[in-house]
């Protein structure tokens, strides 16, 4: 699955879980943190099942003990905590006060959680997760001179200073003659030895363990070194900016002048998808768009992959006729009728099932093994990829006859 489309569906997740309500505090959320035994917030539930036995009022007592109850019987399914933790939220959300319906919903968060929660509430507490979708990557921060250099690794509004080095070269030169170049030439090494460190300091911190690499300093070291580039290849150098300082502060100066090169790197893949898809279908013809003619392309296997807006609020319903047995599948923009009329007998074709458009055919794409790509909005390609073509496109690996 794309990383787009695990984004997409934990945003969805996350908006379904935010809409629902309790009647009192009886919505109970749950989070374990990575590395945390599972068997410790069990513990804390029977705790707490013990303690809602004393709630006065009889409904919300017994949906307090119905949710804890399913939470700690979903808890079995695992032998230990997910790699990144577990989100569990429970309680009754029905909209109906003399219906009960208590529902159980569990995230694996996307990255690892480092608190650990239970609050009961009259709606789900989801800060912990929502604040996840602000930055889910994290970048490398490399400041240097001839003297010191800092690494710092930020995600979001996280700063964190991972190592500082210095520099064993001689500032001045004060012997003349034959000592002089003798002394220049150790210098000139102690310079290579210090790019060394500072690249192999790199390696370490920074490799498979950030998105991408800003590098940032006074004056011409930076730059001197990036020209010896005495790291692994595999390191993505996204830029290198002036700065006054090589401590913290030169950390933040790199980040306040890097905020237009980091919001273009988050963008860029996004970017070059639209452009090639709206390139083949103004001349190349490797493209389609439009919900009957991505679908027939998916069916037939025609599809490299289908790109869908996340804002497409388009719903597909499937329909069947109980006299002659036809079945129909039609998109509507909002709620579908119950009945339509049956192109066949003129009979009424009865609503069998409905769901979002975009899952439709996510699920689909899926089945038939082809890639799905969720285009966000905030960006201009992914906006006039919904307003220009509906939010629907495919890629296709072979031209349409």
């Given at each position: 699955m794309a990383d787009s489309e695990k984004l997409y569906n934990f945003k969805k997740q996350l908006k379904k879980l935010s809409e629902f309500r309790g009647s009192g505090t009886e919505l109970i959320s749950v989070y374990i943190p990575s590395g945390s035994p599972i068997h410790e917030m069990g513990n804390k539930l029977r705790e707490e099942m013990s303690q809602a036995s004393n709630i006065k009022s009889k409904s919300t007592r017994t949906n307090v003990l119905g949710a804890l109850e399913k939470i700690m019987n979903h808890f079995k399914i695992y032998k230990k905590t997910p790699e990144n933790g577990l989100a569990v939220f429970a309680g009754n959300i029905s909209d109906n006060p003399a219906k009960v319906d208590i529902e159980l919903f569990a995230i694996e968060p996307p990255e690892p959680l480092n608190v650990g929660a239970y609050r009961c509430d009259s709606k789900f507490f989801l800060d912990p997760l929502e604040d996840m979708l602000e930055s889910t990557d994290a970048y490398g921060i490399l400041v240097l001179d001839g003297r010191e250099a800092t690494l710092a690794i930020v995600k979001g509004t996280n700063i964190n200073i991972v190592r500082k080095l210095n520099s064993t070269a001689h500032a001045k030169i004060r012997k003349g003659g034959q000592s002089a170049r003798r002394y220049e030439r150790l210098i000139e090494e102690q310079i290579e030895n210090y790019y060394k460190r500072v690249g192999g300091a790199m390696d370490r911190i920074f490799l498979e363990k950030v998105k991408a690499v800003i590098v940032g300093g006074p004056g011409p070291t930076k730059d001197n070194f990036m020209k010896m580039k005495p790291f692994n290849y595999q390191i993505d150098v996204l830029g290198v900016v002036d700065t006054g300082y090589t401590d913290e502060y030169g950390v933040r100066e790199v980040l306040a002048k890097s905020q237009k090169i980091l919001a273009e790197q988050e963008a860029v893949k996004e970017k070059v998808l639209v452009d090639r898809f709206i390139k083949e279908v103004v001349g190349g013809g490797l493209a389609t768009y439009g919900v009957k003619?991505?679908?027939?392309?998916?069916?037939s296997r025609q599809a490299e992959r289908v790109l869908l807006s996340e804002d497409l609020e388009h719903v597909s319903a499937t329909y069947r006729c109980p006299s002659c047995e036809k079945e129909k599948t039609g998109v509507f923009r909002e709620?579908?009728?119950?009945?339509?009329?049956?192109?066949?007998?003129?009979?009424?074709?009865?609503?069998?099932?409905?769901?979002?458009?975009?899952?439709?055919?996510?699920?689909?794409?899926r089945a038939h093994g082809i890639e799905v790509e969720i285009i966000s909005t905030s960006s201009t390609e992914g906006a006039q990829f919904l307003t220009g073509f509906a939010g629907v496109g495919a890629l296709l690996r072979y031209k349409m006859r």
């Open positions: 003619e991505v679908r027939e392309a998916i069916e709620t579908p009728p119950d009945t339509i009329v049956c192109s066949e007998c003129n009979g009424q074709m009865k609503l069998q099932k409905e769901e979002p458009l975009l899952d439709e055919l996510a699920d689909l794409a």
